[in-house]
């Protein structure tokens, strides 16, 4: 069993940046993939960003260049650095971890306005 718990959202003008934690904890004999989700309302999920346990990273081409993902695999954690933010990443983000199965975080709100 897997718990992810998600933090680092908020509001921040367009331009700024954020960074997105999603550490996980319980017990699990590994973790994979890990990444996040984004979704607006009204609109299917939209996958942003992964990372593979042994680093290799891949971001949907609306976020490459401003996004970047790392992990850290002794503290199963996984991080979303955000620059560059437009009002269209305005969206809840979701994080996700590949173990046994998919596990998810809370969900944490972005929000990008003046």
């Known amino acids: 069993q897997v718990q992810l718990v998600e933090s680092g959202g908020g509001l921040v003008q367009p331009g700024g940046s954020l960074r997105l934690s999603c550490a996980a904890s319980?017990?699990?004999?590994?973790?994979?993939?890990m990444g996040w989700y984004r979704q607006t309302p009204g609109k299917a999920r939209e996958l942003v960003a992964y990372?593979?346990?042994?680093?290799?990273?891949n971001a949907a081409v609306s976020v490459k260049g401003r996004f970047t993902i790392s992990r850290d695999n002794a503290k199963n954690t996984a991080y979303l650095q955000m620059n560059s933010l437009r009002p269209e990443d305005t969206a809840v983000y979701y994080c996700?971890?590949?173990?046994?199965?998919?596990?998810w975080g809370q969900g944490t709100q972005v929000t990008v306005s003046s």
């Open positions: 996700y971890a590949d173990s046994n199965m998919r596990y």
């Open positions: 319980g017990s699990f004999f590994g973790i994979n993939d």
């Open positions: 990372i593979t346990r042994g680093g290799n990273a």
